[in-house]
């Protein structure tokens, strides 16, 4: 089975706190992708990568800032937490290619920002 | 304008009971998947649908895939309080990216 684990379920900073989230599967898959859900707003694309060192603006990359050292890792940097990037945050994989494959998410992060 | 249109936004049924949920666009796509997400956790794949007219089956569940390629509905029989969740339809974008509805949220009850 594909897995996708977060190192967080729950996590609360501060306003102005530099946070790091990760993501590591282990299916060797080229794409990786974070996304925030927001009640009423649906699932929003922050950023993807469909390779090492490359990474790709979503629909929302503001205030966000992603890094992928090593195919299995992908992370998430919020410079400077606001109390609007209260979310729930979940990472994905799929594999690489010309076509859309199925995306495998991980558990989620719950962060928030006070 | 929402790539992807789902109805209803909330469905709330006795265990038991039949129920259908949308997805629908103004838009062609080749291919179309359906998630499920439970309280708290990441959504899980179901079924992919790429063919027009295509119907497929998954237990309890099954998925059409509707003839000119721009919608699609979810068939749950008998509904069972773990069917509970938050269905989502998706479409590829860009080759990488999917775009996904806003997503039906279901609970059963029993």
């Known amino acids: 089975d594909v897995k996708v684990t977060q190192s967080s379920r729950y996590l609360v900073k501060r306003t102005g706190e530099k946070v790091f989230l990760e993501c590591v599967q282990d299916?060797?898959?080229?794409?990786m992708f974070w996304y925030r859900q927001d009640p009423g707003l649906g699932l929003r694309l922050i950023y993807f990568?469909?390779?090492?060192?490359?990474?790709e603006k979503g629909d929302i990359p503001e205030g966000y800032s992603v890094s992928r050292e090593k195919k299995e890792r992908f992370s998430l940097i919020l410079e400077s937490a606001s109390t609007n990037q209260t979310s729930m945050y979940l990472c994905?994989?799929?594999?690489?290619?010309?076509?859309?494959?199925?995306?495998?998410f991980g558990p989620g992060t719950r962060l928030t920002v006070t | 304008t929402q790539l992807l249109e789902q109805s209803p936004q909330f469905l709330s049924i006795q265990e038991g009971e039949n129920l259908t949920v949308y997805c629908n666009s103004s838009?062609?796509?080749?291919?179309l998947q359906w998630y499920r997400q439970e309280p708290g956790e990441g959504p899980v794949l179901l079924v992919t649908v790429v063919t027009g007219g295509e119907v497929k089956k998954l237990k309890r569940l099954t998925f059409q895939f509707g003839d000119a390629r721009k919608d699609s509905s979810l068939h749950i029989t008998a509904a069972q309080p773990g069917d509970t969740g938050l269905y989502l339809c998706a479409v590829g974008q860009a080759g990488t990216a999917l775009i996904f509805g806003k997503g039906t949220t279901l609970s059963v009850s029993s």
């Open positions: 990568s469909y390779d090492v060192k490359m990474k």
């Open positions: 838009s062609v796509f080749s291919s």
């Open positions: 994905a994989s799929s594999q690489g290619g010309t076509r859309t494959y199925e995306q495998y």
């Open positions: 299916m060797d898959h080229e794409n």
